[in-house]
């Protein structure tokens, strides 16, 4: 495929339901909760925002890397990912999904601790969103940010997605 046709997507089966990620080139752009039929109006829009592309073609094997990184991490060999990213948003919300990234497998930080990380201890609401509009959650972690009461809060997958990931890495931890 020569960069710039179309996006390539794929869909797998995960112990939190099917995730579709999106491939423009070799970077990784896009992880979606859903099938591509569920998604693919989401992706196309977010296409749009990002001046990609609107035409998204299955490939599993453009997508090959990604879904080997994912499968092992849901096989708990994987803690950290190593992928070409294509992360489009604001200066702040790339600041935000840095933080993110450094969040260590396993633990756990309010969003006061993200919005101090990312440099502007005062923008706890901003950080929620730069969170809400993360385009790869669990390549980039923000299913481990909760609240200052340790409460659970907000994911694009739902809770239950959030708190089975946190229980996996929790229990994947304890086991070393």
Known sequence: ME?????????LDTPVGA???VMYGDSLCRIAFGNLNETRQDLISR????????????DDEACAPAVRQIREYFAGTRRGFNLKLMLKGTDFQKKVWAALA???????????????????????????????????????????????????VGYGGGLDCKRKLLQFEEKESSNE
């Open 3 to 11: 960069n710039g046709e179309s996006l390539s997507a794929c869909t």
């Open 19 to 21: 995730l579709t990620l």
């Open 47 to 58: 296409a749009r925002r990002m001046n990609l592309p609107e035409d998204v073609k299955v």
């Open 102 to 152: 450094r969040i260590p497998y396993g633990q756990t930080r309010s969003y006061k601790e993200i919005a101090e990380s990312a440099g502007r201890p005062k923008a706890v609401r901003a950080v929620g969103g730069a969170n809400n509009r993360n385009p790869l959650p669990i390549v980039i972690p923000c299913h481990r940010v909760i609240g200052s009461d340790g409460s659970l």
